[in-house]
């Protein structure tokens, strides 16, 4: 019996998923162009399922934003986060304040620091190396997310080194794998309309290339919800799956929300709140696993679209949830109204309320802890137990507390 899809659109598109059938361009295409959105989600967990059953896998991880300081700020027009370097709210960490931040890991489940930030005018190579050193000699069980491609081309320039120099002295001081902000979408006319002094597509690809060829895993993302047309979303997809095709290393993909709240584009297209839909976000996780067949996961990030909302993406497609974050500062600059953080137990809560194996991961994907059903975390009430497909009394709580 085959898939269940409403649109006729999508019939062929659904043999050709049952049958492990790579998706075209035009396929996806007509995915985006589709209503049949509980359609395109079954195709999509159908093929979530084959890959992952119904384990959703995520870390104890911990933000850290060294500086918001950048050189782009002018020039990123969506971005909410960046400050120029006197204006109010700069900020940049001395060492010792990022340890400082970081000892919050020491009583805590935290396996992952996730470390990005602004392209600040004056910091060394040596400021991160000795982070990342510092790091793990004060946290040797905690691995090391950091700099995107965007921040690794920054300092190549500024130290006059190649890129590939600047990813061996990361590795060697400590950085376990790359995270994979700045990707935005690739198209040279969004790119022009975004942050038209930005990396180029070709750039931040040769990075994730360069980082994957040195066997350094890395994770890619793209920025959907302002001025891309759809076929900008599938061009962008597209470069992805090429590159993982050619040079293996994504880890998990992730679509990003744009966020409107506090950026020059926001303003410029008059918008304000959420700028996307549940449709849309759905959609976007959902024709990522379809369409990304060789990247082996797909992660919702709850915090740009909100807890409720990743808890449902657990049924398109989606097998990995943002971690417990501590403290998301980049989105919430943004409009972002969710939760800074989520608890551990809330998180393993969450998933379970969706009917999923939750399982903690390190930052390769290594399995660090299932959860039996007797497990302590799960055997503590909630309203899952009288009612089984809603979510937890936590989430409630967690959902609309607005920034810390
Ligand atoms: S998106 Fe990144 S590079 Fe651009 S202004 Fe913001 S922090 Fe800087």
Redesign the pocket.
């Known amino acids: 019996m085959g898939i269940s899809v409403s649109d006729p659109a999508l019939t062929p598109i659904s043999a050709k998923v049952e049958a492990g059938e790579r998706l075209s361009s035009d396929d996806a295409l007509a995915l985006f162009d589709t209503a049949d959105l509980l359609g395109l989600g079954a195709l999509a967990h159908f093929a979530n399922r084959r890959l992952n059953g119904d384990r959703v896998f995520f870390s104890a991880n911990q933000h850290i934003n060294p500086t918001?300081v950048?050189?782009?700020?002018k020039?990123?027009v969506?971005?909410s986060?960046?400050r120029s370097p006197k204006e109010e709210g700069a900020y940049l960490r001395s060492l010792e304040e990022v340890y400082h931040e970081a000892e919050a890991a020491r009583n805590s489940p935290t396996r992952e620091f996730h470390i990005v930030?602004?392209?600040h005018p004056k910091l060394r190579l040596e400021y991160y190396l000795d982070m990342f050193r510092g790091l793990k000699e004060r946290h040797p069980h905690v691995q090391i997310k950091a700099l995107?491609a965007?921040e690794v081309a920054n300092l190549a320039r500024i130290e006059k080194m190649s890129t590939v120099d600047v990813l061996l002295a990361m590795r060697d001081s400590g950085v376990d794998t790359l995270p994979g902000?700045?990707a935005e979408v690739f198209g040279v006319g969004v790119r022009a309309a975004l942050?038209d002094r930005?990396l180029i597509a070709d750039d931040w690809l040769r990075i994730h290339r360069e980082a994957h060829d040195m066997d350094m895993f890395t994770n890619c993302t793209m920025l959907y919800g302002h001025v891309e047309t759809m076929a900008d979303r599938v061009g962008h997809l597209a470069m992805l799956r090429a590159l993982q095709d050619e040079s293996p290393g994504f880890l998990t993909y992730i679509p990003l929300a744009y966020h409107p709240d506090h950026n020059e584009l926001g303003e410029r297209l008059g918008r304000t709140g959420t700028a996307t839909t549940g449709f849309d976000d759905l959609k976007n996780i959902a024709i990522g696993r379809l369409f990304l067949d060789n990247i082996p996961h797909v992660k919702t990030h709850w915090p740009m679209v909100t807890p409720f909302l990743s808890q449902i993406a657990l049924e398109f497609g989606c097998d990995d949830v943002e971690g417990t974050v501590v403290y998301e500062r980049i989105y919430h600059e943004a409009g972002a109204e969710t939760p800074m953080m989520m608890a551990y137990d809330d998180l393993v809560r969450f998933i379970r309320a969706a009917g999923k194996d939750p399982v903690e991961r390190d930052s390769l994907y290594k399995t660090l802890r299932t959860f039996p059903d007797d497990d302590p975390i799960l055997a503590a009430p909630s309203a899952a137990d009288d009612h089984p497909t809603q979510a937890t009394p936590d989430l409630t709580r967690l959902v609309g507390t607005g920034r810390a």
């Open positions: 918001n950048c050189i782009l700020r020039n990123c969506f971005c986060f960046a930030g602004g392209l995107t965007v902000g700045g942050a930005k």
